[in-house]
């Protein structure tokens, strides 16, 4: 495959799904790829290219976990390690949780506690502190290493954990362990460093169903964890050869070793993933093992990034809209097929008998939004409800999504793409939790 190949599918695509513009990476054995479309905002018409910055969002968590297991390397830490030892004053809402949490539920997201904490503003070196002041007020939805449920909570924790540990702010420790090591000159934290730089804002639908510019900056500081790194395409081509292949300008971050353990299943999970690593999620596209992860910024920033070691490949989409999750799939399964002959399993989908379905109707809380959870037919509607001040954001809203539920308990969307389960085993909760979009939430 060429550059102009794929710059060609690029452009189409994006222009096909509406996304205003984006940029795709590849490491393609020894040789990298890189084709950028668009605009980076709609209002300014300047175009996106390699060094235009995006907020990468979740696929942070890989770098917190990948100093956390830095520290574990030189004993400064273990997996093992006991929050509250290293906290003496937090608290969680459940004593006996907090007594058996470890540095490894965080980790593996399953600390049991809500996963999806408010923010909170400032930008002051305190920031993650103060917010996890707070968590004595989540509720504990099960005991720490139960099941994996998608904990941004979880993985902040775990921020303030190297706050302590290392005695500097996050973004210091992030700095020396990873950025400078790997030579990452475009990958940043902070708004003041971004702005005098090329970057991208997010896009949302207009009352015309145009896209119109997201005009706040939808990060604070204590969410840097989690969440908070804006990076170009070439930074993350440059994470992903480490990462992939151990590729490093300076000292190596964690060794091979540390660096595979990472990628190895250590919790099992639900659709769409298989299991969880150290945070790495982990799956498959068709015969081929895949490390991912991917972000989500309030619905106007999205992206992905994908690891497939075994093959020498990896690829990295980062988008300025919703419709950026669409591109990013489309991208990564064109590669999948044009690089490797590679292409994505179908689902085969037994239907659970049309009776249990009742079963799961109801209002799930996920804190920052609930699921209202209707049976239509010999399906279930999902209807995702933004909390009222999360709303006002001006985050749009998701419309409802019809899912069928297999045998297995697997929920599955039009196209037989599984997207989550339902927990009806007692032992992890069922039926009154429900597994979606990798969280477990709570019937109210």
């Known amino acids: 495959m060429t550059n102009d190949e794929l710059q060609e599918f690029l452009d189409a695509t994006a222009a096909e799904l509406g996304v205003p513009g984006a940029v795709v990476g590849v490491v393609d054995g020894d040789h990298d790829l890189v084709a950028a479309t668009g605009v980076g905002a709609l209002d300014t018409g300047a175009r996106v290219t390699e060094r235009t910055l995006f907020q990468i969002g979740s696929t942070s968590k890989t770098f917190t976990g990948t100093v956390a297991m830095h520290l574990i390397e030189q004993g ?79 993985i902040r924790l775990l921020g303030r954990i190297i706050e302590v540990v290392t005695g500097a702010p996050f973004e210091r420790a992030v700095q020396r362990v990873i950025l400078d090591p790997l030579g990452m000159t475009e990958t940043f934290f902070f708004p003041w460093d971004v702005i005098g730089r090329p970057h991208a804002v997010g896009h949302v639908p207009g009352e015309d169903g145009a896209m119109t510019t997201f005009s706040s900056w939808p990060l604070t500081r204590d969410i840097g964890p989690e969440g908070g790194i804006v990076s170009s395409v070439r930074d993350q081509l440059t994470y992903a050869r480490f990462q992939m292949r151990g590729e490093s300008a300076g000292a190596a971050p964690v060794t091979t070793a540390t660096r595979r353990l990472m990628q190895q299943p250590q919790l099992t999970a639900g659709p769409p993933v298989d299991a969880i ?29 994908v690891l497939a070691p075994d093959e020498d490949l990896a690829i990295t989409v980062l988008t300025n809209s919703g419709s950026g999750k669409a591109l990013g799939g489309k991208v990564i399964d064109w590669c999948f097929e044009r690089l490797r002959g590679i292409s994505r399993s179908a689902e085969q989908v037994d239907l659970r008998p049309l009776e249990r379905l009742d079963e799961v109707v109801g209002r799930y809380d996920a804190g920052q939004w609930h699921y209202d959870v209707t049976r239509v037919g010999d399906a279930l509607e999902f209807d995702m409800v933004l909390r009222e001040d999360i709303a006002a954001l001006g985050i749009p809203p998701r419309p409802p999504v019809r899912l069928r539920v297999r045998s297995d308990g697997a929920l599955v969307t039009d196209t037989d793409q599984p997207v989550g389960r339902l927990l009806l085993d007692t032992a992890e909760g069922g039926p009154e939790l429900l597994h979606l979009g990798l969280r477990a939430v709570r019937r109210r």
């Open 76 to 154: 400064e830490l273990d997996l093992e390690t006991r929050v509250v030892d290293v906290l003496p004053d937090f608290r969680l809402a459940d004593a006996d949780a907090l007594a058996a949490l470890r540095v490894r539920h965080l980790l593996t997201h399953s600390g049991g506690f809500l996963g999806d904490a408010d923010e909170q503003p400032g930008w002051d070196d305190d920031a993650l502190a103060r917010n996890i002041a707070g968590y004595s007020d989540l509720p504990q939805f099960f005991a720490p290493g139960t099941i994996a449920s998608y904990s941004n909570a979880g």
């Open 277 to 305: 690593g150290f945070p790495w999620l982990l799956s498959r596209h068709g015969s081929a093992r895949v490390v991912m992860h991917g972000g989500n910024i309030a619905d106007t920033q999205l992206s992905e990034f």
